[in-house]
C-alpha cells in the first residue's frame, strides 16, 4: 500500500499494490497495521457504507458534528470526483479543499479524517461507491455545506449540466454560515 499525502497533508490518497494478470485482479483493500502506519494513530471503523449514483449526482458537502466520521472511500463501479474540504477553525488549511478521481480502474482510495466536509460527483454512467466510517451516521448531527460555496471555489469537473442533488444537499448552508469544528 502507498500512501500519498495531498496539498492537506491530513488528507492520504491510498493506493494498494494491484496484482492482474489474464484471470483478472487481485488486491487487498484494507490491511488495518499499514493503514494505521499510513495516518500516524490508530483508526478503527465502525460502520461501513455503499452508494450507488448516477451519474450527474452530487453527493456533499456532509459532516457531523458530534460523532464525527473519518471516511476511507473508496469507487468499486465507475468513476467519481471525490473532494474533502477542511472545516477545522485552527487549521492552517482551513478552508481549502482537495479533490481526487476514484474510480474502479485505478482503485485509489482517500482517506478524508474527522474534520473535513466531504462529498463526491459521479462522473461515469453509475458509480458504487464505498466508505468505511470511524463512528456511526447520526442524522441529528449531520451538516452539509453547499456544493458550489463561492468561498471554496471547488472546481466540480463538467458533466455536461447541473448536478442532481437531494433536498438536503440543495439545503447546504454556505462555510461562512455553517457550524464549523473549532480545533
Known sequence: ??????????????????FGDARGFFFESF????????????????????????????RGLHYQLEQTQGKLVRVTR??????????????STFGKWVGVELSEDN??????????????LVLS?????????????????????RWDDERLGIQWPDVGGAPTLSAKDLAGLPMDLAELFER
Open 1 to 18: 500500500m502507498k500512501a500519498t499525502p495531498t496539498s492537506i497533508p491530513d488528507v492520504l490518497v491510498i493506493e494498494p499494490k494491484v
Open 107 to 120: 482503485h485509489k482510495q482517500l482517506w478524508v479524517p474527522e474534520g473535513f466536509a466531504h462529498g463526491f
Open 78 to 91: 465507475g468513476a467519481v470526483f471525490d473532494v474533502a474540504v477542511d472545516i477545522r477553525r485552527a487549521s
Open 125 to 145: 454512467e453509475s458509480a458504487d461507491f464505498l466508505y468505511k466510517t470511524t463512528d456511526y451516521y447520526a442524522p441529528a448531527h449531520e451538516r452539509a455545506i
Open 31 to 58: 490491511n488495518g497495521k499499514a493503514f494505521d502506519e499510513a495516518v500516524g494513530r490508530h483508526v478503527e471503523f465502525v460502520q461501513d457504507n455503499h452508494s450507488r449514483s448516477a451519474k450527474g449526482v452530487l
